[in-house]
């Protein structure tokens, strides 16, 4: 395996750690939640009262506002999907499912469950993590 080191960006990816770890002990600290992205929406995808759903809405704008005020001080980097829309449907709802399955996301099991101690979020944050590898795997030397 090699790095790309001309796009290895140890600083931003520390920064970008500490930010979302803050955010997350904020949101528990703060309000009691758990910053799992699939459970935030989620509540809100169930009609919910003015007070949960004022809290949810914040923080998803909160995901979209920081990048678009990123960009007005700082180049964006490229991104590039190399996917149709009926892929890129179909594995959303996939990740979907999968967060129903495993009652929680990458960020609610991985951030906040481990952080927590919560063994079902060390096995679920395992099985996602190998299901990526097995993905990956698969797609670049089993279909290549």
């Given at each position: ?26 949101l528990i600290l703060c309000n009691g939640r758990i910053a799992g992205i699939s459970g935030i ?104």
């Open positions: 395996m090699m790095i790309d080191w001309t796009h290895f960006t140890p600083i931003a990816a520390l920064v970008g750690g500490l930010l979302i770890g803050l955010s997350a002990t904020l929406i989620g509540g809100l995808l169930q009609r919910p009262n003015l007070s949960e759903a004022s809290w949810r809405i914040a923080f998803v704008l909160g995901l979209v506002l920081a990048p678009t005020l990123y960009g007005l001080f700082a180049v964006l980097p490229a991104s590039q999907i190399d996917a149709s829309w009926l892929v890129l449907v179909v594995a959303g709802l996939l990740v979907g499912y999968g967060t129903r399955l495993g009652t929680g996301c990458t960020s609610g099991h991985g951030v906040c469950g481990l952080s927590r101690l919560a063994p079902r979020s060390l096995v679920a944050t395992l099985t996602f993590m190998a299901a990526g590898f097995i993905t990956v795997y698969v797609v670049h030397h089993v279909f290549a």
